[in-house]
């Protein structure tokens, strides 16, 4: 079986792109934002750039690291043998690829392939989260949870600045929505740049807090978005077998650097079941 980075260099659908793109504007403006707020902080009493400069780095080295890796790694059946004798039970027939494909594999409509253990399509990257990736999307998870709690605490004191004639309709609008207060020229375009940036660092933490929350729970399950939804738990082996398959034989060190070899157990086609097994439900399910 050929490795699922056989199609890693190759170039991506301009569709899939674009979120792609916006993904790493904001991540630019954010650090940009940050990076200003530490060589000019509001605060003298604030630790030196020196200090925050290593946890930084670390930070932007594994975001950048694992979101390059993400989308260059496919977990798609494309290179993969796939029919003749391996075909077995549970196996299906896609019409769209027109090959068979094993349990746990499903066709993704936006990338127009099917994907080994495909758990859902990551639209703010345009790339499927499978088999051979779903270790950099957890990582990439963990650390840009951790990147934007840091962003927010630094953003602290741009919130107390807005607040600090009190709670006002002014206040609240220029917090909720800057754009309205920018249009109507009540704000000037630099007091915008911060307040939406600060924003963004809030909204983006706590949507990507949810995220890291159940994933992490699907990863300890051993389960797919699609078997959560499904209540099927047949590939449960125990939440240290299941982080070994999801991010392999070194999974407790996967954190530190997305370079780190980390041989996957398997294939990607055949998986370890446990015993009752309840297979996930059929009704369709769209993500």
Not at 2 to 16: C, I
Not at 196 to 210: E, Q
Request: proline share 5%; with cysteine.
């Amino acid at each position: 079986m050929q490795a699922g980075r056989g199609g890693r260099w190759q170039r991506l659908d301009a569709a899939l792109c674009l979120p792609l793109c916006v993904t790493v504007a904001l991540m630019g403006a954010v650090c940009t934002e940050v990076l200003c707020l530490l060589l000019w902080p509001a605060e003298p009493t604030q630790l030196p750039l020196a200090l925050h400069l290593p946890l930084l780095l670390f930070l932007l080295a594994n975001v950048l690291g694992n979101m390059g890796l993400f989308v260059t790694t496919s977990p798609s059946i494309k290179g993969v043998m796939l029919s003749g004798g391996a075909v077995g039970q549970g196996w299906e027939y896609c019409y769209t690829c027109q090959s068979h494909v094993p349990p746990r594999c499903h066709h993704c409509y936006t990338c127009n392939v099917c994907m080994l253990r495909r758990d859902h399509h990551c639209v703010l990257l345009g790339q499927c989260v499978g088999y051979h990736n779903y270790r950099y999307f957890l990582c990439l998870l963990l650390h840009g949870w951790v990147a934007l709690l840091y962003a927010s605490l630094l953003n602290a004191d741009i919130f107390m600045a807005m607040l600090h004639e009190g709670v006002t309709l002014h206040s609240i609008l220029l917090l909720l929505m800057p754009w309205l207060m920018l249009l109507t020229g009540q704000v000037s375009t630099l007091t915008f740049i911060y307040a939406f940036v600060a924003d963004t660092c809030v909204v983006s933490f706590l949507f990507c807090s949810g995220f890291l929350f159940l994933h992490v729970l699907l990863s300890l399950r051993g389960q797919t978005i699609r078997e959560w939804f499904g209540e099927s738990r047949c590939y449960d082996l125990g939440w240290r077998r299941n982080l070994q398959e999801a991010l392999g034989d070194r999974w407790h060190l996967v954190w530190l650097c997305p370079l780190l070899a980390s041989p996957l157990p398997g294939d990607g086609v055949a998986f370890e079941r446990r015993a009752p097994c309840t297979e996930p439900s059929t009704k369709p399910v769209v993500f």
